[in-house]
T-cell receptor, first 113, second 114 residues
Framework: DTGVSQNPRHKITKRGQNVTFRCDPI?????LYWYRQTLGQGPEFLTY????????KSRLLSDRFSAERPKGSFSTLEIQRTEQGDSAMYLC???????????FGEGSRLTVL | DQQVKQNSPSLSVQEGRISILNCDYT??????FLWYKKYPAEGPTFLIS?????DKNEDGRFTVFLNKSAKHLSLHIVPSQPGDSAVYFC?????????????FGPGTSLSVIP
C-alpha cells in the first residue's frame, strides 16, 4: 500500500499528557499537510511542509503544538499538555509538486479525558 | 472568517436523480478548486477538481461547474446512487501564490435514498 499512513489511529489520553502522531506520506510527495477535524466541521488547516521546511502554521496551532518533518519524509505532530478541547481527528495529507489534489491518510483520532 | 462556505449542511435525494451540492468562496486569489468525499472513520478522498481557467470539468457521473464572477461552484452527481451517501467537502487553494494552503468548507452531508 503506497497511500498516506497515519498512526496511531486512535489515542485516548488524560488531560495534561503529551501525545505524538506520525504521518508517512506518499513517497514521492514533497508537500505534507496537517489538518484537524471536529464533528460537523471541515478539515481545518494546521500546518504545511514543503520538503523539510515548515512554510506556514495556522493561528489554531498554539504553543503546545509542534510539527516536524526532519528529513523531508515522515512527519510528527506533538501536542503537549493536552486539553479536552484538543479532542479531534488529526488528518495528514500529501501531494506532489505537479499535482493539485491532496491525498489524505485515514486520520488519528485523539480523545482527551 | 470562513473563506469557503457550504451553506447546506445536508441534502437528501432519491436514487437515480441528480444531486447538486453548492459551494461559495470569498477569496478572489483562489484559482484551484476541489471536491472531496468522506465516509465516517475514513480520511477524505479526492473526487474532482477544476482550475479557474475552466468553467466545467466532468468525470463520469461527477461534474463540477465554476462561476468565477459569482465566486460559486457546484458539484453535480447524476445519477445519484446509495453509495454516494457521504459528506462532501469543497476546497480551494491559491496555487499561483508562493504557497498553496488548501482551505476546506464545512461540508454537506448527502443522503441518497433507495
Amino acid at each position: 500500500d503506497t497511500g498516506v499512513s497515519q498512526n496511531p489511529r486512535h489515542k485516548i489520553t488524560k488531560r495534561g499528557q503529551n501525545v505524538t502522531f506520525r504521518c508517512d506520506p506518499i513517497s514521492e510527495h514533497n508537500r505534507l499537510y496537517w489538518y484537524r477535524q471536529t464533528l460537523g466541521q471541515g478539515p481545518e488547516f494546521l500546518t504545511y511542509f514543503q520538503n523539510e521546511a515548515q512554510l506556514e502554521k495556522s493561528r489554531l496551532l498554539s504553543d503546545r503544538f509542534s510539527a516536524e518533518r526532519p528529513k523531508g519524509s515522515f512527519s510528527t505532530l506533538e501536542i503537549q499538555r493536552t486539553e479536552q478541547g484538543d479532542s479531534a481527528m488529526y488528518l495528514c495529507a500529501s501531494r506532489g509538486a505537479n499535482t493539485g489534489e491532496l491525498f489524505f491518510g485515514e486520520g488519528s483520532r485523539l480523545t482527551v479525558l | 472568517d470562513q473563506q469557503v462556505k457550504q451553506n447546506s449542511p445536508s441534502l437528501s435525494v432519491q436514487e437515480g436523480r441528480i444531486s447538486i451540492l453548492n459551494c461559495d468562496y470569498t477569496n478572489s486569489m483562489f484559482d484551484y478548486f476541489l471536491w472531496y468525499k468522506k465516509y465516517p472513520a475514513e480520511g477524505p478522498t479526492f473526487l474532482i477538481s477544476i482550475s479557474s481557467i475552466k468553467d466545467k470539468n466532468e468525470d463520469g457521473r461527477f461534474t463540477v461547474f465554476l462561476n468565477k464572477s459569482a465566486k460559486h461552484l457546484s458539484l453535480h452527481i447524476v445519477p445519484s446512487q446509495p453509495g454516494d451517501s457521504a459528506v462532501y467537502f469543497c476546497a480551494a487553494s491559491a496555487r499561483k501564490t508562493s504557497y498553496d494552503k488548501v482551505i476546506f468548507g464545512p461540508g454537506t452531508s448527502l443522503s441518497v435514498i433507495p
